[in-house]
C-alpha cells in the first residue's frame, strides 16, 4: 500500500514486511496488478456477471441506505395502518381507488408559522431529537399559530391519532395555552385538543388524542358512539392542522414552549410501498432493514468460512501427510453431518442471538472452500517456483504465505462471493422456522409472521412475495457473480 | 484389492456416526443449567424420576453417563418425550414412515425429471427451450426450499384451495381402503411438488452440463461417425460416461433433501420426523430432539455410506486407487 522505500534499519524492514506480505508480493511481481485489471475487462464482458453485481448493487444501497429510506424503526412502529393494509402504489387500481391511505404527518420543522404575535422561534436539541422553542419576547399577551395542510383523496378513514410532545417552562407568573385545531375541507373547525391554562412548569408530555375517544366525540357534539374520523373527513380536498400557542407573559414575565414534533396519522387500508403487518407495521421498513441484516450475516459467514477453509486448504495440502489425512477427515465427518437439523439442534441449545447464528452457520460451511484451496495447493506445490523457494531455504509458513496464499486468492474469492447466498438463505430458513433472533428484523423473520399471523388466510402476497423474491433474486446475483469470476480464472488457468 | 475400498468407507462412516453421537450428547450437557433437568421433566412423578435418574445414570460421574447414553442410542432409546411421556422411539416411528414417503417420492421424481431433462435439453444446447428450461431451473434452484412451499401454498392452498393446507390426513379420516389412500396421496401432492421443485434443479443442470461436455468427447465422434443412431450415441455412449459423476450427486444432494424434509414437512404441518424435530426444539422436549436428531443423522449416513458403495462399483477406478 505505502510506497516500496529503501528500508533503513534491519527493525523497520521487519515490521514493514509482515503485515503487508501480500502486499508486497503483490509488488514484487507487476504482472499481477495487471491481472487483476484484465479479470475486470473480462468480468464486464459478462454479461450474466453484470447483472448479478447490478443486482448486488441494489441490494447493496437498499440495505446502506435503510434508515434514509423509511422513517419507521421495523419492530417497534406499529399501527401505522389498518391490519394487513395492502400498498399505498394499489390506489392506481380501480379497485382500490378510493380505499383509505395512511396519512402520516410529521410536523416540527414544516410547520408553517401563519401568526407570530410577540415570540421568537429558535430550535433546540432534547434527546438527541429537534425541538422548537418558542420564547416569549416581551411583556403582554403573545400568540403562535402553526399550520400544516394535507390533501385527501380517498374514502372516509375509520380512526386517525394525534400525538404532541411538549413542555412549558412559565417565569415570573407567566402562563400558557395549547390548542390543537382541526379544519375540513368544508371549512368546519374543530378543537381536538384545549390544553388547560399553564403556570409555572409543565414537564415534557406527549398529548395524544385519538378520534374514538368518547369524551372527545361528546365535547364535539357528536354521539358517543359516532365515527368521528368518518364524520370529519367525509369530503375530499384539503384540510387543515392548527397548532396554536397562546401565552400571557405579565410585567416581567417569559414563557417557554418547547414542542417536540407532533404527529398526525390516519391509518390507511392501503400504505406505504409494501403494506402493513398483522400489528399495522410498515413492512418496507422490515424490507429495507431485512436487507441489510441479510447482507451483513451473509458476508460475515461467508468470511468466517473463507477464512477458515483457506487456512485449512492450504495447510492440508502444502503439509501433507498425517496433518492433511486428519483434515480432510475433519472435513468428511462435519460435510456429512445435516446441515439444518445441527443448526436447529445446536441454535436451541446456545440461544437465539445473532451471532450465535452466524458464527454457527460458519463452522458447518468451511468445509468445501477448504477442499478447493486444498486441491489447489496439491497443484501449486509442485510448481517451480514453489521448489526454488524450498531450495532457497525458505520455510514452510513462508511458502505457504507468499507463494501459496497470492495464488489461491482468485479461487478463495470466487468461493467467497459463492459462500454468501447459502449464508444468507440458511439464515432465512432458521428464521423462517422459529429460530431467529427476535430482535433483528429479517426476511426470514418476515416470513414466518406472515405463516403464523395469517397472510396466507387473508392471501396478502404483498407481505409474502418480496421477501421470498428478494432472498432468491439476491441468492441468484450471488450465484451469477460468483460463476462467473470461477469462469474467468478457469480459463487463465487453462492459459498459462 | 476392492475389498479395502468397502472396508474403509464403512470404517469412516463408523467414525462419523461416532462424532456425530458423541456431539449429540455434549450439545446437551454444555447447555447452561442443571443436566438433570434436561432429561426429567419437573412434572413427572417421583417414581418415574426415579426410574428415569437409574435409567440414565444421572447419578453418576459424566463418563459413566456417556457410556449409557452411547448404549442407550445404539439401542434406539432416546428416553420418554417430556409433552406426551410417550417413549421418544414410539414417536419417531410413528411418523418415520410419512417422512420416508415424502422423502422417496420427490427423491425419484428429482432424478428422473432431473436427469430426463437433462439429457434431453444437453443434445438442444443453445435452443430456446433449452434456454427457457435453464433459466427455469436456476431460478427454482436458488430460490430458498421454504419459499418454493410457501407460493405453493398460497397459489393451490389459499388462492385455488384445490389440495389441502396442513395435515397428512383429512379430519376424520375416510374409512375405506381406496379413500384411504386418494386421501393420503392428495395431501402428499403439494408437499412432494415442493421439495422436487426445489431439488430436481441441481440434478438437471449437472447432468445437461455432464453430458454436454461428453457428447463434444472423441468417443462419442467416433460413435456418431459408426453410423449409431442419436438415440444409441445419447444413452450408451455420452450417458454411461456421465453416470459416475451423477450417483456422487446422490451424496451431494441428500443434505438437500433432508433440509428440504424438515422445512416442507413445517410449512404443511406433516406428521413427519422434521416437523417433529422443530417442534420439539421450541417446545424444548430435549429427549425428542436428540432423538430426532440421531435418526436423521443416521439417514443421512447410511445414504452416504452406499452412495460411496455403489459409486465403488460404477467406476471401477475408485476401487483400485
New interface residues.
Partial sequence: MNNPQTSTTGASQAVSVTPAASAVAVKAKPRRRGALREIWAEYRRSPQGMLGLFIFMVFLFLGLAAPWLTPYDPLQDQFLAERMARPGWMSYFPAYRNAPVTVDRFLLRNWEVTTADNVEITWGERQDEPVMLVRTTGPGPARLVLESTFDYHSSSPDTFFIQIPYAFVGEGGATGQMVFRFVTADGRSYDMWTSRTFRNEVRWTTQRVDSRDMQLKMRLGFRPLANLAADLINAQGEYRLILELTANAGETGTALFTLGESRFRIPGQLHGLLGADHLGADLWSQFVYGTRTSLMIGFVVALIAVVVGTLVGIVSGYVGRWVDELLM?IV??LI???????L???V??LGKSIWNLIILIALFSWMSVARLVRSQTLTLRERAFVEAARAAGASSGYIMRTHILPNVLGLVFASLVLQV?GAI?SE??LS????GDPRVPTWGRM?QN??SFGA??E?A?WW?LPP?LA??IL??AF?FMGNTIDDILNRRNREE | MSGAYYWRRLG?AL??LF??MT??FI??R??PGDPVSLVLSPEFTPEVRQMLREMYGLDQPLWTQYLLYMKNTLAFDFGRSFVTRQPVLRELLARLPNTLMLLGTAFVLNVVVGVVLGIKMATRQGSRLETGVTGVS??LN??????VG??L??TF???WPIFP?RGTMSVPPPTEFWPIIFDRIHHMILPVTAVSLSGYGSWYLYTRNNVIGALGQDYVLTARAKGLTQREVLYRHAFRSVLPPIVTLVFLSL?GL??GA??TE??FSLYGVGRY??DA??Q?DYPV?QG??FV??LA??AC?LLADLVYGLVDPRIRLR
Fill in positions: 477427515r468428511d465427518v456429512s453431518i445435516p446441515f439444518l437439523p445441527i436447529i439442534v445446536f436451541a441449545v447466498p438463505v432465512a430458513t423462517f422456522l422459529g429460530f416470513l406472515a405463516k396466507f388466510g392471501l402476497w409474502i421470498g432472498l432468491t441468492a441468484m450465484v | 469412516y467414525i462419523t462424532v456425530i456431539l449429540n450439545i446437551f454444555i447447555m436456476l431460478f436458488a430460490m430458498p426450499s421454504f419459499f410457501l407460493l401454498l398460497l392452498g389459499y388462492y393446507i443434505p433432508i433440509t424438515v422445512i413445517s410449512i424435530l422443530v426444539t421450541l424444548q430432539v430426532c436428531f436423521i443423522a443421512v449416513l452416504n
